[in-house]
Each structure stands twice: as structure tokens, then as C-alpha cells.
């Protein structure tokens, strides 16, 4: 499978690499998990001694994981630092000094702790420090990242579970940092397509400074006249999820009626700004009264409401479409789900983007109203961002414009600190985050 896309041929190369691994079941960044694994990759981790991202980051840990390929509980501990790292609240002018000499500083990463069932909680992950060398080797073709800000997204808890291959999916690795979407400043580059001083979106880590050994989810930033946050977001991954899965996925036609579940997150509130220029009516559900008043009031949202006060969603639905649905971006799964596919409308079409609902289930519930699907010859269609990847510069010339002549609104969510970082994350599957969940790790 080939692709050809507008930006350069080594953009088109890493997507088509990237693109391949998603064929083969492994995304990148999985993949170098999978590579420092120490119990499923032993015999590769010994014969290749390739050093990767935590490896370089995060060597006692590494260690430790080999001895105790799959720790219990992996107790949250202190990497010693020495006293001249510690103090290193650096200035621009001395960390280029510290890169350009290969000097060592301190690295705060965020600990992925075991495998997770049932609700996450902010226990599951936890803090440490270890130390990075702000050099690239001469032997890599990879990149040192300084990460600005971290995307906290419902998929990252499907990592969480012990499972092999889900949709392309591997689970985090116990005692490693978390990975996930991010916005990073290159410091360090043996990568052509990369140089000191590039701003990044794309796969990181959950720690201060990253090693990138096989950057092929990573893009460079072109546009930085817009807050750099909305790389993780409205001009990133969901940003693309929410494009792809109404434009590409719904197929709307002008004037449908168009049902959004989790519609003040990231995704679905440019769903519904994607709808309403083309005349469609537009209901979103939401879990607070504010969040219901937000859709309405100010992100243009025709009707609301907050499925956690209704009894009957059924009901609830019918009221909000008399004439029934043709468009449900579906985000939540679950008994939602089941009540849409009561009010589908013929030749509807759902696209299924998430399920988050059933993310922190052990036995994922049953839907039980998918006979509609034939009775109202309804399409039901699956999709993944990484599959648009290929057209982001497409999807940033349409998007770029809205946002600089304020035709759309973003919402997003700030926290300050990787300290933060659990908390945030867990808050997605409390309905805590209004809008899109932004951890900040550095401003610049
Ligand atoms: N297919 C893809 O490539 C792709 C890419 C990005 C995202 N997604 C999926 O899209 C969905 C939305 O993602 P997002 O990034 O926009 O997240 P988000 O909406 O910013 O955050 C998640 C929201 O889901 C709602 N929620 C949590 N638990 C729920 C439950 N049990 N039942 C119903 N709603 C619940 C909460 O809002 P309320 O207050 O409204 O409950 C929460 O704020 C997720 O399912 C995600 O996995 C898929």
C-alpha cells in the first residue's frame, strides 16, 4: 500500500512506513515498546542490543524490568540525580550549550505502573526522575525531544489493559513512561528530516525529554501563528479524527440530522462545527448541565442534552428527532448505542469513532437493537485517525483558515505539570475535562 501525499517525499515515506506497521498490528511507538520488553523480546533485546527510547531515558528501570519481567506492583522509585542535574532549571542559552556538549540533566517521567482493570485511578501511573543525555548518538537516526504538551486520550486506557493486538493496538510496558500524542521542540537530530529548533506533533513520551528512535509518527509544525496546544488537538490527532470521521465516514448530505455523543470533547465539538455550515441540525449529549449549556450557547449546537439525567435515552432521542437520525458520530458506545439504532433513520449512517463507555469494562455490555441496522439499511462504519494521517496537510489548510478567522471555537482543558498528568487522564472517564485534556510539561 502506497500513499501520495503534499508534503515532501520523506513525509510520505514515514507515513507509508507508519501505515505498514498499522497493517502489520504495531504502531511505532508499540513496537519499540514491544522491542524493550524485556519478557516477550528477550531473545531480540539481547542479539540486537538496540538501544531505544526508555532505554536511554530510563536505563535503571530498564534494568530492574529485566530482572522482573513482569513486576506485580512496580513501586515507585527515586533514579539517583546527582546534585549538579538537580539543579537545572535551564536557561535556553545553557541548554544549548548542555546539547551541544552531550551533558546529562534530569528527566521527569511519568511511570506506566501495571496493567489496569476496572476504573484507572492516579495510582496506576506515578512520577520519577531519571537522567537523558541532550545528544542524539552518532549511530541513531533518531531525534531528542523536548516535550511542551502532552494530549491526554481515551485510547491510552485500551493500552493500559493486557491484551495483545487489539485493533492494532500493543499495552504500555509496566514501568516504562506512558507514550501518546504531543507537541515537542527538537533539540537534537540525526534524522534528515528533522533539525534543532523544529517544533513536532506526534507519539512521545510522558516525560520532560524524549528519545525518538524511529520517528515515523512524529510531523513537523509549519504553522506556529496558532497556540501550539492545538497540535494536540483541533489541528491533530482528534482534530483529524473529527474531519475524517464526519467528511470521509458520515458522507453528509446538507440539512441531515446529525447526533454527537460526547460532544463537548475534543472531537466531538468540531463535529458539530464541521456540521453546521453545511446546514445540518445538530443535537449533542453531554454529562453536566454546563457542558449542555456550552454545546448550545456557545458552540453552536442546535440541541442538547445531558444523558445523565435521562431516564430513557430512547425517549430522550426521539424528542431531539422527532424525524429520526442520519448521521450518530458515535464516541461513547454502550447504551447510547442501542437507543440510537432505535432512532436511525433509512440509509442512516453511524460512524464509530469510540466507545468509551465500555473502556474500563471487563466484559464490554451487549447491544441489542442491531437488527435496525438491517430494517433501516443503516451503514455502520469503524475508522481510525492514523488511516488519514496521509491527508493532515489537506485537513490543516481547510482548518487553519476557521481558526484564524474565528469561524470555529476550541475549547481546551490546561493542566500545568506531568504531576498533573494522571489525574487529567483519569478524569476523561469521569467527565471531568471540558473540552480537549492538555497536560503542559514546558511552555517552551
Ligand atoms: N477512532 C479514532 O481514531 C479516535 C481518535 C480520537 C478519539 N477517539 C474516540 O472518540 C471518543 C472521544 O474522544 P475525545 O478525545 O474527544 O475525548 P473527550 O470527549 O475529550 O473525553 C472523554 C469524554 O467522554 C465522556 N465519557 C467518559 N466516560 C463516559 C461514559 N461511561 N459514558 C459516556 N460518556 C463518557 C466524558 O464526557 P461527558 O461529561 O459528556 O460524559 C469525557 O469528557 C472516545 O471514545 C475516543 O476513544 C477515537
Not at 548518538?137 to 523536548?146: A, Q
Not at 438491517?374 to 490543516?396: C, M, N, S, T, W
Request: glycine content about 10%.
Amino acid at each position: 500500500m502506497t500513499l501520495s501525499v503534499s508534503g515532501g517525499h520523506g513525509a510520505v515515506e514515514r507515513i507509508n512506513r507508519f501505515l505498514r506497521r498499522i497493517i502489520t498490528g504495531r504502531y511505532p511507538h508499540q513496537q519499540q515498546q514491544e522491542n524493550n520488553h524485556p519478557k516477550q523480546n528477550s531473545k531480540r533485546f539481547e542479539q540486537e542490543n538496540t538501544k531505544t527510547q526508555q532505554q536511554k531515558t530510563n536505563k535503571t528501570i530498564q534494568a530492574d524490568d529485566r530482572r522482573t519481567p513482569h513486576p506485580k506492583s512496580v513501586k515507585p522509585r527515586r533514579l539517583a540525580v546527582s546534585g549538579r542535574c538537580r539543579k537545572l532549571r535551564l536557561s535556553e542559552e545553557n541548554r544549548q550549550r548542555m546539547a551541544s556538549s552531550g551533558e546529562e540533566v534530569s528527566n521527569k517521567q511519568l511511570i506506566f505502573r501495571d496493567y489496569v482493570t476496572g476504573f484507572p485511578q492516579e495510582s496506576d501511573m506515578y512520577v520519577t526522575t531519571g537522567t537523558v543525555k541532550l545528544k542524539v548518538s552518532e549511530d541513531s537516526n533518531g531525534v531528542l525531544l523536548k516535550n511542551l504538551y502532552l494530549s491526554c486520550d481515551p485510547y491510552m486506557r485500551i493500552l493500559m489493559k493486557k491484551q495483545e493486538g487489539v485493533g492494532g493496538f500493543s499495552s504500555y510496558t509496566p514501568g516504562s513512561p506512558l507514550t501518546g500524542f504531543g507537541v515537542s521542540k527538537v533539540l537534537d537530530s540525526r534524522n534528515p528530516e528533522f533539525k534543532e529548533g523544529d517544533l513536532v506533533w506526534g507519539i512521545t513520551g510522558w516525560e520532560e525529554y524524549s528519545l525518538i528512535t524511529n520517528p515515523q509518527v512524529l510531523f513537523k509544525i509549519l504553522h506556529t501563528d496558532v497556540p501550539l496546544s492545538y497540535y494536540t488537538g483541533i489541528l491533530g490527532m482528534p482534530g483529524l479524527t473529527a474531519y475524517a470521521g464526519f467528511y470521509e465516514v458520515s458522507s453528509p448530505k446538507k440539512g441531515e440530522n446529525v447526533f454527537i455523543s460526547a460532544a463537548s470533547g475534543a472531537v466531538g465539538q468540531l463535529v458539530g462545527q464541521f456540521a453546521k455550515p453545511m446546514g445540518c441540525y445538530v443535537v449533542g449529549s453531554a454529562g453536566s448541565k454546563d457542558k449542555v449549556d456550552l454545546l448550545k450557547n456557545k458552540l453552536g449546537f442546535d440541541e442538547a442534552f445531558n444523558y445523565k439525567e435521562e431516564h430513557d435515552l430512547d425517549a430522550a432521542l426521539k424528542r431531539c428527532f422527532p424525524e429520526g437520525i442520519d448521521i450518530y458520530f458515535e464516541n461513547v458506545g454502550g447504551k447510547m448505542l442501542d437507543a440510537v439504532l432505535l432512532n436511525m433513520r433509512p440509509h442512516g449512517r453511524i460512524a464509530v469513532c469510540g466507545m468509551i463507555s465500555q473502556y474500563n469494562l471487563d466484559q464490554p455490555e451487549g447491544v441489542h437493537n442491531l437488527m435496525s441496522i438491517i430494517y433501516k439499511r443503516v451503514r455502520l462504519e469503524g475508522f481510525g485517525a492514523p488511516d488519514y494521517f496521509p491527508q493532515h496537510p489537506k485537513f490543516l489548510d481547510i482548518v487553519l483558515p476557521y481558526i484564524r478567522e474565528g469561524k470555529i471555537k476550541y475549547i481546551e482543558d490546561i493542566v500545568e505539570g506531568l504531576e498533573k498528568g494522571p489525574g487529567a487522564f483519569i478524569g476523561l472517564f469521569k467527565g471531568q475535562n471540558v473540552g480537549k485534556q492538555v497536560v503542559v510539561v514546558a511552555r517552551e
